[in-house]
């Protein structure tokens, strides 16, 4: 979405906003999902991850309330389940109190009271064109806008990285999914044009330029349509592995551990499951790495194949891929993509893959072409462009 797309969003929520809640938006947000182009499951063990910001946003129309109200209204839950307008009392917001997608707003209005901000009600109109369950971080760009246009209305005066914490906060102890901090930094910091180098110890940040067509390249995200629910144990129980492999190495996070002592660490391991956690964790950090030196040496081809290592990771060591995911690596792979991995949390959700720009739509069909041999929906697909974090767009 350009710019002038965005602005055109923007006024028809504000339309909406209208239509729903009888008065003007004070201000209308946007905040974008984001996809991971390495460096997976090592947000949470203070280690680096690579994200992008897409086009996709999720925009808000919102307006202060003073009676201790919150009023939330989705334009898509609305078209799917008629629900209407959810009436929630900010004094009464409990975690796990609600587990609709009224739960990412609500959390970040708990998450800004608990933190001692006065934050006493709002109208909010919601309107999202992240796709859902597809591991682009939908969740956060409704944590981050609603976070963003709060922080303004009220005069909070938070940076942006304080404000992708606290909605991180409000995902972790409200809506009770235990993620790292890289989608909502992503969402709030990332910058049109770049890719963000995130270290999530000391939230330290760098702006990577990633300009494709420059070298005559794309990358392409790959919905497969499988749908992924974080909040259903798998997520954790990979958490808890990473966690008690820390515990046995005596070290307080993966992090720690450098590359070149991995395998002494792993001989020191008992459990498979754990010592797999680590091997991931380590080296996916590592891949990180030597990502962002390729693409400060210009030599952007060669990330191919470095995506390609990480998803055989993601694959056989933390064993969160799924058939569609290592369908879209194989094929696009063997079509002459230069490389490829599933990205985000995984069980299902999106792949990425690296190509000639001369050479995507060919790519593209060979996907196509296998999920249809294989008998699955069609994957939805379309270039990751770098974009825009969060900001005030009317």
Known sequence: MNGTETVSAAEKVAAQFRELYGTAPEGVWAAPGRVNL?????DFNDGFVMPLALPHTAVAAVARRTD????????EADTASGQGIVQLDTAGLR???DTGWAAYPAGVVWALREAGHPVTGADVHLSSTVPTGAGLSSSAAL??????ALDELYGLGLPAPELALLAQR?????????CGVM???ASACCTDGHVLHLDTRDLTRRQVPFDLPAHGLRLLVVDTRVKHALGDG??????????????ELGVRTLREIPYELLPEALGRLGDPTVRACVRHVVSDNHRVERTMELLDAGDVRAVGPVLTEGHASLRDDLRVSCPELDLVVSAAVAAGALGARMTGGGFGGSAVVLTEADAADTVAAAVEEAFAAQGHPAPRIFPAVPSAGARRVL
């Not at 201790?68 to 334009?75: E, N």
């Not at 995902?171 to 999914?177: D, I, L, M, S």
């Not at 798998?234 to 515990?247: F, V």
């Open 38 to 42: 390495i460096g997976e499951y090592t």
């Open 183 to 185: 989608d909502q930094m």
């Open 234 to 247: 798998a997520y954790a129980e990979r958490r808890a592995g990473c966690e008690a492999g820390a515990r």
């Open 143 to 148: 944590e981050v806008v609603t976070a963003l």
């Open 95 to 97: 975690p796990g109190s």
């Open 68 to 75: 201790g109200l919150l009023r939330v209204h989705s334009a």
């Open 170 to 178: 409000a995902e972790n102890a409200f809506v009770g999914v235990p």
